[in-house]
């Protein structure tokens, strides 16, 4: 059985009756995950998978603020900068052999976002069986404000969301409420946050069934819903200029706030994410779209934006990025595909089963 170090160690793994705790451990940066942790985590799922003991892995976060703020982006950047990126491609080589091994653990996997789930957070909740949402909820894949792409498997799941509603949140970066996670299938279940400790605790003995019946309610209606109309009818449209074009001319004021909020992101970011949930959509397993979305993030840390995106941000915060190039129409067709093309002797190769453990 695994067990933690210390309450010092960035996942805590705990077992309290017939359920497996894997606690994320960084509050300060809210949980942000780095490469010792998605080892962490894997080796804490091997150990459970085989353990007869546990019938139930339920992942939580420490601190108040939220599961996981997503991946730790200084050290993406600190990393290009001094090493030109080899120890980050690493990383999302085993996350997201994480992601796709969450999604098909075959012991319920319940995840509980409540508070901040963003990024990399998404991709160790939202691909599990049982994904728990409260009133304080807000989950997004920011990615394009960053000068990157939605990757841990987000344009799996926002390719499959309603109509063109994974297409709005993965341009924008917009952050969702727990009415809205479920209904564009990021999440399953309302859990009031008063009640977070008493669901968690019935967990160690009883069907994870059984107690989601008993405290899971109604979500409060998210806005998405009464969106829908001119999400759908802009969105659909074959490229980001055509998307914004109809976002501003639509005649809704927040169709144009939304278009002012899309111009904001990286021109090179946006092109790419379209591109990639319109192929994620053509294909068929999670494993597939993770295997395009590594070759997708490896292409894009060579490009100058993701560290810029993240300067701007994280590091010197003037939240003024100096996106390269510098607008829509100066993406071609050919910076886009070069993010798609096959990476000699380095694919993920999950769908072909030579990238599982």
């Not at 994320?24 to 998978?49: C, G, Y």
């Not at 996997?109 to 691909?127: L, N, P, Q, R």
């Not at 111009?263 to 790419?272: C, G, I």
């Amino acid at each position: 059985m695994p067990t933690a170090a210390s309450d010092e160690a960035p996942v805590l793994l705990r077992v309290h009756g017939r359920a497996g705790h894997l606690v994320l451990n960084r509050p300060r940066s809210i949980n942000a995950l780095n490469h010792a942790m998605v080892r962490l985590l894997d080796d804490a799922l091997t150990a459970w998978e085989r353990d007869d003991a546990i019938a139930t892995v339920v992942l939580t976060g420490a601190g108040t603020r939220g599961l996981c703020a997503g991946g730790d982006i200084r050290s993406i950047h600190d990393d290009v900068r001094a090493g030109g990126g080899a120890a980050s491609v690493a990383f999302w080589r085993d996350e997201y052999r994480l992601n796709a091994r969450i999604a098909r653990f075959p012991k319920p996997y319940v995840a509980v976002m409540d508070g901040i789930v963003m990024g990399g957070g998404v991709g160790v909740s939202a691909h599990g069986s049982v994904r728990i949402v409260t009133e304080r909820s807000r989950i997004a894949m920011p990615e394009t404000g960053i000068g990157f792409v939605p990757d841990v498997g987000g344009t799996y799941l926002l390719s499959r969301a309603p109509g063109e509603l994974g297409t709005h949140l993965a341009l924008t970066g917009s952050a969702v409420g727990a009415g809205d996670a479920i209904l564009c299938g990021l999440a399953d279940h309302y859990v009031p946050s008063e009640r977070l400790a008493e669901f968690t605790a019935a967990l160690a003995d009883a069907e994870v069934s059984q107690v989601v019946a008993e405290y899971a309610t109604a979500a409060p209606e998210g806005e998405l819903a009464g969106q829908r109309e001119w999400i759908d009818s802009c969105c659909t449209a074959d490229s980001v200029e055509e998307i914004v074009d109809r976002l501003y001319t639509s005649g809704d004021h927040a169709a144009k706030e939304t278009a002012e909020t899309i111009l904001s992101k990286s021109p090179t970011s946006l092109k790419v994410t379209l591109a990639a949930l319109r192929r994620a959509r053509a294909l068929t397993s999670l494993e597939q779209v993770l295997d395009q979305e590594y070759r997708v993030s490896a292409a894009a840390i060579t490009a100058p934006d993701l560290v810029e995106g993240i300067r701007a941000q994280v590091v010197d915060k003037d939240r003024d990025p100096h996106w390269s190039p510098a607008e829509l129409a100066q993406v071609t067709d050919a910076d886009v595909a070069r993010h798609f093309a096959p990476r000699d002797g380095d694919e993920l190769g999950l769908a072909a089963g030579t990238g599982s453990r």
